[in-house]
């Protein structure tokens, strides 16, 4: 006899129904599994037999055949388990058969209990997405699924709940989802008025931003409080960190979630930063998705890397191929990069003398190729603060107080590009910029008379208009004035190091 | 006004580092010159170019060391100079700092010590200087827009960064980033590398 039983496969975060079909029928008393299966689901025959005989169901001395289908798919995971107990205890007669759109999802221990799998939230979803009308998920998985609307989702505890049909349902379908307490703030910043104003920039715009100071001036410590100034996250936004999230395992009880800040080292794996794997988990540019990359010591890290970083700046999503595969992960970021401007770290700054060569100078910043500068907006000199700040004890403004113009001038660009599929002025192409940053005649001119007189390179053209943008948008302007462009044209400290340096 | 004389430690055709032919053709082009003791085609060698010292010392009247290391090029000239019967001055340094180390070492040797550039001109024998010079060198306060004049004030006589403008003046930091913006193209201040600003 046959009985078919379906479940759900994810590849990055895109799902396949998988079918699991089992037989059973007179013959050598064996258990077969096919499919193009993981070692993982190999062992699921062992934990099944084990845990069903725990639950005191007896299996019929005759040979059990399973195929999960579509056998093309590469399948790994131990999130197939409940689906294939289910299909077995179907043929036994135990359990009645539902409809066609159930998916049974989870893995199965000795005692017969039911296990938490990762990645239940995107499967959920692409269930939904699927035409699935009902899914049975783990217990332990309950709190995340709470975010998928109109599905039916049940929670088993063990496999005895499944037979005895005692399930555990959400009896909340509006999750309070609270932010976590960061306990930092932007006011604990004495002096760095210019790296504060240019982060509220970069929030406002989500422009990358790139910090350039001496080692001990305070640049881990401004780009941590950078996440304290971004709005909240809203519904959406929620789902798409939480899908991510659930992807790693990353879940547990409490439902506390905020914007990510990721702080990376040079030292890290590729695998770690871009994702990675036989069956690929998003890295740390994907864990950062609509949040804060971090880069600390940015010319240390090597070629490769950079390279990767220019395309995903550019691309907004990271493209793993495997033979089985590509998986797309969202990384939508904005970059917070911190370098010194030398090999010592002392060059041109007010705290003590540079004892670099040009030449060693010069290396330092041909590691970070041109490419990569152009794609940052933002280039600010964090310098010492001077003691005299701290000693008058003066409050520097509140993060709350400088997110709520932060907000006022994402609204402000949300509506603008309404038709264009945009949020940002960071994410304005070349068109784009044509159409929303055009300037006035005074303006223009005032333009081309900075070009000259300050040497600024035309590459970073696009980078000052949007950047003017941004600041015309936090200052109430509708077009970009003389004043945003004056402004603007002060964060270009790395461009001018190259000039120097070079 | 004088003009710039380049000695070379190689041949004239082998300008070194490469990069500097451009400042080599600038210096031509404003009515300077170019002298080197090597053949024209001469090599680049480490050696030639402490020996080369003695022809800059030998060509001047006078050495003015600003700053100098431990056994710099400049202390090696002034060295020579001093060998030569050259008059030598030396800017006085903090003993603390690395790049007074040469120039103190000078004065202790009998270098000028200079204040001023009438400690120059008085060695050198020079009583009045033509009064179009006196009045290009005159420090004067200039005399910037009045919406300027409050930022301009706060950069004071030595390099300033804009968080100590914008300490002294109180005035919101997107203003000050704005209107140092303006003084630079409209050549009231410049900016030194690391974002110091100073008046020109």
Redesign the interface.
């Known amino acids: 006899m046959l009985s078919i039983v379906k479940t759900i496969s994810l590849f990055g975060t895109v799902g396949s129904i998988i079918e699991v079909q089992v037989d059973i029928s007179s013959g050598i008393p064996t258990w077969e599994m096919v499919g193009m299966l993981d070692k993982s689901i190999q062992e699921a025959k062992e934990r099944i037999k084990v845990a069903l005989k725990n639950c005191r169901i007896k299996i019929p001395g005759k040979k059990i055949s399973i195929n999960l289908a579509p056998a093309e798919i590469k399948k790994e995971g131990t999130n197939f388990d409940l689906a294939i107990a289910v299909g077995v205890l179907q043929n036994l007669g135990i359990v009645q058969p539902e409809n066609k759109d159930v998916l049974y999802i989870g893995e199965i221990s000795y005692d017969g209990s039911i296990k938490a799998v990762n990645g239940i939230l995107p499967m959920c979803l692409e269930a939904k997405r699927l035409g699935i009308k009902k899914v049975y998920i783990p217990y332990e998985n309950l709190n995340e699924a709470t975010f998928v609307k109109d599905l039916e989702i049940l929670g088993v505890k063990t496999l005895q709940n499944l037979i005895e049909k005692n399930y555990f349902f959400i009896l909340n379908k509006n999750p309070v989802i609270k932010e976590k307490e960061l306990n930092i703030d932007m006011s604990e910043v004495f002096?760095?008025?210019?790296v504060?104003?240019a982060l509220e920039i970069s929030a406002a715009g989500e422009h990358s931003i790139i910090l350039v100071g001496s080692p001990g001036v305070g640049k881990t410590m401004l780009a941590k409080r950078a996440i304290t100034i971004y709005p909240e996250l809203n519904y959406e936004e929620i789902i798409e960190v939480m899908k991510i999230n659930s992807i790693l395992g990353n879940i547990k009880e409490n439902l506390k979630i905020n914007r990510p800040f990721i702080e990376i080292s040079p030292n890290i794996t590729l695998n770690a930063f871009v994702g990675g794997g036989r069956y690929p988990k998003p890295g740390a540019v994907s864990i950062a998705n609509l949040g804060i990359l971090f880069m600390d010591e940015f010319p240390e890290f090597d070629r490769n890397k950079i390279n990767l970083l220019k395309n995903i700046l550019d691309t907004k999503f990271v493209k793993l191929d495997r033979v089985s595969g590509s998986a797309m992960y969202p990384s939508k970021f904005v970059l917070i990069a911190a370098m010194n401007?030398c090999p010592c770290g002392y060059?041109?700054?007010?705290i003590k003398?540079c004892?670099c060569s040009k030449n060693k100078i010069r290396n330092y910043l041909s590691k970070i190729g041109k490419a990569i500068i152009d794609r940052i907006d933002l280039q600010v000199?964090v310098?010492k603060?001077?003691y005299?700040?701290v000693s008058k004890n003066q409050i520097g403004e509140k993060s709350q107080d400088i997110k709520e113009r932060v907000k006022q001038a994402r609204k402000l660009q949300e509506e603008r590009y309404k038709k264009e599929g945009i949020l940002t002025n960071s994410e304005l192409n070349s068109n784009q910029i044509k159409k929303y940053c055009a300037l006035d005649k005074q303006t223009n001119e005032f333009v081309k008379?900075?070009y000259i007189?300050?040497g600024l390179s035309v590459r970073s053209y696009n980078n000052i208009l949007k950047v003017s943008r941004t600041?015309a948008d936090l200052?109430y302007k509708e077009n970009i004035d003389i004043?945003a462009i004056?402004?603007a044209?002060?964060y270009r400290?790395l461009e001018?190091?190259y000039k120097?340096g070079m | 006004m004088g003009n710039t004389i380049a000695v070379l430690g190689s041949g004239i055709n082998n300008i070194y580092p490469k990069e500097n032919l451009k400042l080599a053709n600038d210096i031509i082009e404003n009515g300077g010159c170019i002298i080197s003791e090597y053949p024209n085609d001469a090599e680049v060698k480490m050696s030639n170019f402490p020996k080369r010292n003695r022809i800059i010392s030998a060509i001047s009247e006078g050495i003015l060391v600003i700053e100098a290391k431990y056994r710099s090029g400049s202390t090696i000239t002034a060295n020579l100079g001093f060998k030569q019967g050259k008059k030598v001055f030396c800017l006085p340094s903090n003993i603390d700092?690395?790049?007074g180390v040469g120039t103190n070492k000078l004065i202790q040797k009998g270098a000028k010590l200079v204040i001023n550039v009438e400690d120059i001109f008085s060695e050198l024998g020079i009583k009045k200087l033509r009064e179009d010079i006196v009045q290009k060198w005159k420090y004067e306060e200039k005399n910037v827009p009045k919406e300027y004049k409050e930022i301009y004030k706060a950069i004071g006589n030595s390099p300033t960064?804009?968080?100590?403008i914008?300490?002294k003046t109180n005035i919101p930091?997107?203003e000050?980033?704005?209107?140092?913006?303006?003084l630079?193209?409209k050549?009231y201040i410049r900016?030194?590398?690391?974002?110091?600003f100073v008046k020109v």
């Open positions: 002096g760095q008025e210019k504060k104003r401007p060059y041109a700054s007010n003398e004892v000199n310098k603060v001077d005299r700040f008379e900075l007189k300050m600041i200052n004043q004056a402004e044209v002060q400290c001018k190091l120097e | 700092s690395k790049l960064d804009i968080n100590t914008c300490y930091i997107q000050v980033s704005q209107k140092l913006t303006m630079e193209i050549e900016v030194l590398p690391g974002d110091m």
